[in-house]
């Protein structure tokens, strides 16, 4: 077996630093899918600041993550040397490097070699670049050959994924750029809260309206974006499908529809029509709740403008029947002749800061790099020559996410599991399950830049760097391809995931190439999508930092790039879009006698995700403690209920106490509770893990609870 050594991360070779350790450099927020433009300022003492950049997402905006991001790098809570267990429960220790790796790659040796290699799993992460999502899914194919890798983006994007891939024939999360949105004269937004989860964007929606530009907003809560929307729909959650088709109802009635454009670019309309045609406003009503007077006010909003967009966010998508209901607005759109065209379309505001282009590259457990189908020969073919292998030695499609973790259980599939950028203890469904069966694995790796809740089940923890302290790429929710720059090296001690991938290869002996720096990692990634439908092939780190960008699909060196896609055809093989006929159906859990309210889940300004990284900067943390529960006062006075009172939520999966606040902006029948908090406040205890059967997406967003005042 060939061993490397590693000497201590600041002196081995790495992406180079500028000129000046303490030169400013140009790089990109660690946080959301926007990944706003930013400048990191050091001060004598190599602490950095951050600095607003005017970059075409952010146009020199930021949000106080943003602002706080350079924190992070100075954390007293970083890890810094590797942690292992010499027993099963025991207390960590610290390591060496090459201790550990050995470790990690002896006992997953030993899982395979006893259960084969399917029974070890890979899980990873929408946060990880272009490249490192790229060699971890070469990784898990090639060095470990097994089938089971995916990663957190499936709690994301994939039900939009899905919907925009079946009508589309491409999924893109935008497939025009963001600063199109000012330019559309309607705007509906269903399920997504951007003036709390990437509050730079707003900027566009600002100018939209100074133009005289309407905005729809679709949520069961009057948050933040809704309270700036010409028209608010306050639906019942899990019924946006039967709003979107009622949307459409009215709009085919109406003659708001753009049958020339049916006509001529599109395929299957006549069989939405008839389904559309059994859901009559007063009809809808009854199920989303949302007045029948506003339902046709928003058919008309959006027929009548001369360029409008329909967007979609995790409300409708988190949700069992999540690619219906993304289908059903998608429908909306071809409809009314808003897709195809400048300044209209259907699109999806992504959420983490690289879910578009980590699943692009091979870290979803479908797909190969390029976003090509692995189970297709001729995509397997194509990247089995890239890499130098016979297509025949590729395993087929593997485990979704959710289905991944249920397989880690006692008697499950999965023995031993390897997790890079995720903290699936608090993100993922049903987390009490997910904690109790990642406890008893036969092994547990995770590499991280804290201790995070995860993290603290593992038997082996490698300390990771961090954003800032390597190069690589990342895909924003508008497909450009952006660069974030090194401005220090990682703590002594600190590998990047990279070299773990490249390191932990060769101790298992494979003999495929995991090149650790990362602009050749760029290229090989670019080598291996070329001909996909996500092309980075003609995209380069010198061609990103001179443009602001590049857009995908950029398949030559001398291509600009695809900032608008379907102005002529749509990515389909007769280049027409595609209706899908669509039934609402039931959420999978609804509210009864013994779990009377509905519950939703989403994210709140100043945290971000499982909160990992937030939790962790003091200003967030001070500014948003804990978790709470947002509930109507005349809900709460029923049940005895006062402002900062503990609630008590109990739903079939677990049970919380969290602080109530009471709020007039949110249903009587719903309650709301933010999901970055682990332990005791985690709003992943109560979700439920019914999967949508296309894109295997969870039911974050609707199960039904009980609540009840608890003792202090």
């Given at each position: 077996?060939?061993?490397?050594?590693?000497?201590?991360?600041?002196?081995?070779?790495?992406?180079?630093?500028?000129?000046?350790?303490?030169?400013?450099?140009?790089?990109?927020?660690?946080?959301?899918?926007?990944?706003?433009?930013?400048?990191?300022?050091?001060?004598?003492?190599?602490?950095?600041?951050?600095?607003?950049?005017?970059?075409?997402?952010?146009?020199?905006?930021?949000?106080?993550?943003?602002?706080?991001?350079?924190?992070?790098?100075?954390?007293?809570?970083?890890?810094?040397?590797?942690?292992?267990?010499?027993?099963?429960?025991?207390?960590?220790?610290?390591?060496?490097?090459?201790?550990?790796?050995?470790?990690?790659?002896?006992?997953?040796?030993?899982?395979?070699?006893?259960?084969?290699?399917?029974?070890?799993?890979?899980?990873?992460?929408?946060?990880?670049?272009?490249?490192?999502?790229?060699?971890?899914?070469?990784?898990?194919?090639?060095?470990?050959?097994?089938?089971?890798?995916?990663?957190?983006?499936?709690?994301?994007?994939?039900?939009?994924?899905?919907?925009?891939?079946?009508?589309?024939?491409?999924?893109?999360?935008?497939?025009?750029?963001?600063?199109?949105?000012?330019?559309?004269?309607?705007?509906?937004?269903?399920?997504?809260?951007?003036?709390?989860?990437?509050?730079?964007?707003?900027?566009?929606?600002?100018?939209?309206?100074?133009?005289?530009?309407?905005?729809?907003?679709?949520?069961?809560?009057?948050?933040?974006?809704?309270?700036?929307?010409?028209?608010?729909?306050?639906?019942?959650?899990?019924?946006?499908?039967?709003?979107?088709?009622?949307?459409?109802?009215?709009?085919?009635?109406?003659?708001?529809?753009?049958?020339?454009?049916?006509?001529?670019?599109?395929?299957?309309?006549?069989?939405?029509?008839?389904?559309?045609?059994?859901?009559?406003?007063?009809?809808?009503?009854?199920?989303?709740?949302?007045?029948?007077?506003?339902?046709?006010?928003?058919?008309?909003?959006?027929?009548?403008?001369?360029?409008?967009?329909?967007?979609?966010?995790?409300?409708?998508?988190?949700?069992?029947?999540?690619?219906?209901?993304?289908?059903?607005?998608?429908?909306?759109?071809?409809?009314?002749?808003?897709?195809?065209?400048?300044?209209?379309?259907?699109?999806?505001?992504?959420?983490?800061?690289?879910?578009?282009?980590?699943?692009?590259?091979?870290?979803?457990?479908?797909?190969?790099?390029?976003?090509?189908?692995?189970?297709?020969?001729?995509?397997?073919?194509?990247?089995?020559?890239?890499?130098?292998?016979?297509?025949?030695?590729?395993?087929?499609?593997?485990?979704?996410?959710?289905?991944?973790?249920?397989?880690?259980?006692?008697?499950?599939?999965?023995?031993?599991?390897?997790?890079?950028?995720?903290?699936?203890?608090?993100?993922?469904?049903?987390?009490?399950?997910?904690?109790?069966?990642?406890?008893?694995?036969?092994?547990?790796?995770?590499?991280?830049?804290?201790?995070?809740?995860?993290?603290?089940?593992?038997?082996?923890?490698?300390?990771?760097?961090?954003?800032?302290?390597?190069?690589?790429?990342?895909?924003?929710?508008?497909?450009?391809?952006?660069?974030?720059?090194?401005?220090?090296?990682?703590?002594?001690?600190?590998?990047?995931?990279?070299?773990?991938?490249?390191?932990?290869?060769?101790?298992?002996?494979?003999?495929?190439?995991?090149?650790?720096?990362?602009?050749?990692?760029?290229?090989?990634?670019?080598?291996?999508?070329?001909?996909?439908?996500?092309?980075?092939?003609?995209?380069?780190?010198?061609?990103?930092?001179?443009?602001?960008?590049?857009?995908?699909?950029?398949?030559?060196?001398?291509?600009?790039?695809?900032?608008?896609?379907?102005?002529?055809?749509?990515?389909?093989?007769?280049g027409r879009a595609r209706f899908h006929a669509v039934e609402h159906r039931p959420s999978a859990e609804e509210p009864d006698a013994d779990y009377p309210y509905w519950l939703t889940t989403g994210r709140v300004l100043a945290q971000y995700q499982s909160g990992s990284q937030t939790r962790r900067v003091p200003e967030l943390a001070s500014a948003e403690p804990g978790a709470y529960?947002?509930?109507?006062?005349?809900?709460a006075r029923g049940l005895g209920l006062a402002e900062g009172d503990l609630a008590r939520l109990t739903t079939r999966r677990g049970t919380i106490a969290v602080k109530a606040r009471l709020v007039p902006t949110i249903r009587l029948d719903t309650l709301f509770v933010p999901f970055h908090w682990g332990d005791g406040q985690s709003a992943n205890v109560l979700t439920n893990a019914?999967?949508?059967?296309?894109?295997?997406?969870?039911?974050?967003?609707?199960?039904?609870?009980?609540?009840?005042?608890?003792?202090?």
């Amino acid at each position: 077996m060939t061993v490397q050594s590693f000497a201590p991360a600041d002196t081995r070779e790495a992406d180079p630093l500028p000129a000046s350790g303490l030169a400013p450099v140009d790089t990109h927020c660690p946080y959301c899918a926007l990944q706003c433009g930013m400048t990191l300022v050091p001060d004598a003492e190599g602490r950095f600041s951050v600095a607003a950049r005017d970059f075409p997402t952010n146009r020199g905006g930021l949000c106080r993550k943003g602002w706080t991001a350079a924190s992070l790098l100075a954390s007293p809570e970083r890890l810094t040397a590797p942690l292992v267990r010499d027993r099963k429960g025991g207390a960590f220790r610290e390591a060496g490097w090459d201790e550990a790796l050995d470790r990690v790659a002896s006992r997953l040796s030993e899982v395979r070699a006893r259960h084969g290699a399917d029974a070890v799993g890979v899980f990873g992460g929408g946060g990880l670049t272009n490249e490192k999502a790229y060699l971890l899914g070469k990784f898990a194919r090639l060095a470990l050959g097994t089938a089971n890798i995916d990663y957190n983006g499936r709690y994301c994007m994939s039900s939009a994924a899905a919907a925009g891939g079946r009508a589309y024939g491409l999924d893109r999360g935008l497939p025009f750029p963001i600063a199109d949105i000012a330019g559309a004269e309607a705007v509906l937004i269903a399920g997504s809260n951007p003036a709390e989860t990437m509050p730079p964007l707003m900027q566009y929606f600002d100018e939209q309206r100074a133009r005289g530009g309407r905005l729809v907003v679709v949520d069961p809560r009057r948050s933040a974006t809704a309270k700036l929307a010409t028209l608010h729909l306050q639906t019942t959650p899990g019924s946006d499908g039967a709003l979107a088709t009622g949307l459409l109802h009215v709009a085919i009635r109406d003659r708001l529809i753009d049958a020339d454009f049916i006509a001529e670019r599109t395929s299957g309309f006549e069989a939405v029509r008839r389904i559309a045609a059994q859901h009559w406003p007063d009809r809808v009503e009854r199920v989303t709740g949302v007045p029948e007077r506003q339902i046709v006010e928003a058919a008309h909003i959006l027929g009548e403008a001369a360029t409008a967009m329909v967007l979609t966010g995790r409300g409708p998508e988190q949700q069992s029947q999540g690619v219906d209901n993304v289908s059903a607005f998608i429908n909306l759109a071809l409809a009314l002749g808003k897709a195809g065209r400048p300044f209209c379309g259907w699109g999806t505001l992504t959420g983490q800061g690289n879910g578009q282009g980590g699943r692009e590259h091979g870290q979803k457990a479908d797909q190969l790099p390029g976003y090509r189908r692995i189970a297709d020969p001729a995509h397997r073919a194509a990247v089995a020559a890239v890499w130098g292998v016979d297509p025949d030695a590729l395993p087929g499609p593997g485990l979704s996410a959710d289905e991944l973790l249920d397989a880690t259980a006692p008697g499950g599939s999965v023995k031993a599991l390897m997790v890079l950028a995720s903290n699936v203890v608090v993100s993922a469904p049903s987390a009490g399950r997910v904690k109790a069966n990642l406890a008893g694995l036969d092994f547990l790796v995770v590499s991280d830049i804290f201790l995070s809740e995860t993290a603290a089940l593992a038997d082996v923890v490698l300390p990771t760097a961090q954003w800032a302290e390597e190069e690589g790429t990342m895909t924003n929710l508008e497909g450009r391809v952006i660069r974030r720059r090194r401005a220090v090296a990682p703590p002594a001690g600190v590998m990047t995931d990279a070299e773990v991938i490249e390191a932990l290869a060769a101790r298992l002996g494979s003999s495929a190439a995991f090149p650790a720096r990362a602009e050749p990692g760029f290229e090989e990634l670019g080598r291996a999508s070329r001909g996909g439908v996500a092309d980075y092939s003609g995209i380069s780190y010198a061609r990103i930092v001179a443009e602001d960008g590049v857009f995908w699909p950029c398949p030559e060196p001398d291509h600009p790039g695809t900032p608008r896609l379907f102005l002529d055809r749509f990515a389909t093989p007769d280049g027409r879009a595609r209706f899908h006929a669509v039934e609402h159906r039931p959420s999978a859990e609804e509210p009864d006698a013994d779990y009377p309210y509905w519950l939703t889940t989403g994210r709140v300004l100043a945290q971000y995700q499982s909160g990992s990284q937030t939790r962790r900067v003091p200003e967030l943390a001070s500014a948003e403690p804990g978790a709470y529960v947002e509930i109507h006062p005349q809900t709460a006075r029923g049940l005895g209920l006062a402002e900062g009172d503990l609630a008590r939520l109990t739903t079939r999966r677990g049970t919380i106490a969290v602080k109530a606040r009471l709020v007039p902006t949110i249903r009587l029948d719903t309650l709301f509770v933010p999901f970055h908090w682990g332990d005791g406040q985690s709003a992943n205890v109560l979700t439920n893990a019914a999967l949508d059967p296309t894109s295997r997406m969870p039911e974050f967003k609707v199960c039904a609870v009980r609540v009840e005042r608890a003792a202090a």
